[in-house]
């Protein structure tokens, strides 16, 4: 990816465990927004932080944004095997503008 | 609701071939993305269109061509096709107007070039 690093690329936890994966990012950003893609599937919209916000919720996700850091964090609480998936983030400059998406982490919850 | 619709889902062709994918955005969109996603790789912006007019342009390559249609479908032709093509393609819409540039994404199609 040419802006979006993620960490860790790939993430293995047990169910019911809490699994945190990170972005980074380098230029200046409108919004961030994380994407779920099962194994060669889709891509599905999870949550989207503003650019003035540094934390938001969303069932069992929760989400950060440090701006100053330029870095993101994702938390999936109480984790489930169908929760196994690819997880990117996604940084937005400014309306209808393209998205530059992070490498990913691969999360395996094991049942 | 209705979703983003692509055809076909699947597409095999020979190098050196043509293909066309298609895009129906969700009704009232007026903005259509096109990304491609190689193995194992993370979503690469191509193209995009807003109210039948190239928006802005990424890692495209000249090979690819691109349009967006009176009814807001855009269709992504593809030639002299090369085995580095092979290729999950992803559409996404949005409206302009809202406050926020949330794209909504089709199912993709998985292009395999032999």
């Known amino acids: 990816s040419q802006q979006g690093e993620e960490d860790p690329q790939a993430l293995s936890i047990q169910e019911g465990e809490n699994a945190t994966m990170n972005c980074s990012y380098k230029t200046s950003i409108n919004n961030l927004q994380w994407y779920r893609q099962n194994s060669g599937r889709g891509l599905v919209h999870l949550i989207l932080i503003r650019s003035n916000e540094r934390e938001k919720h969303s069932g069992r996700l929760r989400v950060t944004l440090d701006t100053s850091k330029k870095s993101s964090s994702l938390l999936i609480t109480a984790s489930r095997a169908a929760d196994t998936a690819s997880y990117f983030c996604?940084?937005?400059?400014?309306?209808?503008?393209?998205?530059?998406f992070g490498e990913g982490t691969q999360l395996t919850v094991n049942p | 609701a209705a979703g983003v619709i692509q055809s076909p889902r699947h597409l095999i062709k020979e190098k050196r071939e043509t293909a066309t994918l298609k895009c129906y955005p969700i009704?009232?969109?007026?903005?259509v993305y096109w990304y491609q996603q190689g193995p194992g790789q993370d979503p690469q912006f191509l193209i995009s269109?807003?109210?039948?007019?190239?928006?802005d342009k990424g890692s495209i390559p000249d090979r690819f061509s691109a349009q967006q249609f009176s009814d807001y479908h855009s269709e992504l032709n593809m030639s002299s096709l090369e085995l580095g093509d092979s290729a999950l393609y992803f559409c996404a819409s949005s409206w302009k107007g809202a406050l926020y540039n949330e794209q909504f994404f089709g199912p993709g199609t998985r292009l395999t070039v032999l």
């Open positions: 269109f807003y109210e039948k007019m190239q928006s």
């Open positions: 009704p009232r969109h007026d903005t």
């Open positions: 996604a940084t937005d400059p400014g309306s209808g503008s393209r998205l530059t």
